[in-house]
């Protein structure tokens, strides 16, 4: 008899327990910590309307290639970013750009579809992939510099992080 009442208290002691930790309210969820702007997210981003093409890549007079010319803290003006950038962060001399921006995937994945074709870079071999809420893209220009372009969408958030990565072949 005994046994069954350690048994009978053991069991409702567990349930209590399991009920409390299920139940709204009974833990509080941490707040999610929002990183301060940068320097570089405080500026704006450059528009694709202030982005021209000019001359990088042309050949000056020594018969060397420019470099591609740079936008705002070592952008190159080839790299299209969505307005309304945020977190915006510029690395590797401009070879690694990340950053997100209020958007769904498809307004994404259309906008870098129409400005990479503008600024010149022509679609390879790979073609472009799009799962779900992810997508990447690949890219060529004329000088054979290579860029990809990962995209991946918070619905929570309501944005999209992309990440661009330009490989410089000069």
């Known amino acids: 008899m005994r046994s069954n009442f350690h048994i ?3 069991t409702l002691l567990f349930v209590a327990l399991v009920v409390a930790a299920c139940s709204p309210g009974a833990a509080s969820t941490p707040e999610l910590e929002v990183e301060a702007p940068t320097a570089a997210a ?3 981003p450059p528009t694709t309307a202030d982005q021209e093409t000019g001359d990088a890549g042309e050949t000056g007079e020594t018969g ?5 010319a740079t936008g705002p803290e070592g952008l190159r003006e080839d790299v299209p970013i969505m307005e309304g950038a945020r977190q915006l962060q510029i690395r590797g001399g401009g070879g690694n750009v990340t950053y997100e921006v209020d958007a769904d ?3 994404a994945v259309e ?4 400005e990479l074709a503008r600024l010149g870079w022509e679609q390879t071999n ?3 992939a799009a799962v779900g809420s992810m997508a990447t893209m690949l890219r060529e220009n004329a000088e054979g510099d290579r860029i990809t372009i990962n995209m991946q969408a918070n619905q ?6 992309i990440s661009i990565s330009v490989v410089d072949v000069n």
């Open 8 to 10: 009978l208290w053991g």
């Open 42 to 44: 405080e500026q704006p």
């Open 64 to 68: 060397e290639t420019d470099p591609p």
């Open 105 to 107: 995937i498809e307004t």
């Open 111 to 114: 906008f870098y579809m129409e």
């Open 126 to 128: 790979s073609p472009d």
């Open 156 to 161: 929570l958030g309501g944005f999209v992080r």
